[in-house]
Nanobody, 117 residues
Framework: QVQLVESGGGLVQAGGSLRLSCAAS??????MAWFRQAPGKEREFVAA????????YYADSVKGRFTISRDNAKNTVYLQMNSLKPEDTAVYYC????????????WGQGTQVTVSS
């Protein structure tokens, strides 16, 4: 059974930092990613990482502030978020895809990130 379990969300002041973790179990993946959804808005892509090779991809809104990384031994993906802004407030979801052409079809339960001004 595939499971993605996020942790690390919370409340932080603008300019602060948080690190999200996503522990995966049940299978290996082609890539993993972070998405987020703010109240009243559609879910949006934040960052992704290929499991083999470690290539990374970022939304323009987080480039230079967020860093996605992985720990192969722990089967865990991280999202280091620095210089947080109030507009980063959202529920952050971990997602995984099994092949390059697949959709992100495995999702975690989400973790709330709130950035106060």
């Amino acid at each position: 059974q595939v499971q993605l379990v996020e942790s690390g969300g919370g409340l932080v002041q603008a300019g602060g930092s948080l690190r999200l973790s996503c522990a995966a179990s049940g299978r290996t993946f082609y890539a993993m990613a972070w998405f987020r959804q703010a109240p009243g808005k559609e879910r949006e892509f934040v960052a992704a990482i290929r499991w083999s090779g470690g290539s990374t991809y970022y939304a323009d809104s987080v480039k230079g502030r967020f860093t996605i990384s992985r720990d192969n031994a722990k089967n865990t993906v991280y999202l280091q978020m620095n210089s947080l802004k109030p507009e980063d407030t959202a529920v952050y979801y971990c997602a995984a895809k099994s092949t390059v052409v697949a959709d992100y079809d495995y999702w975690g339960q989400g973790t709330q990130v709130t950035v106060s001004s």
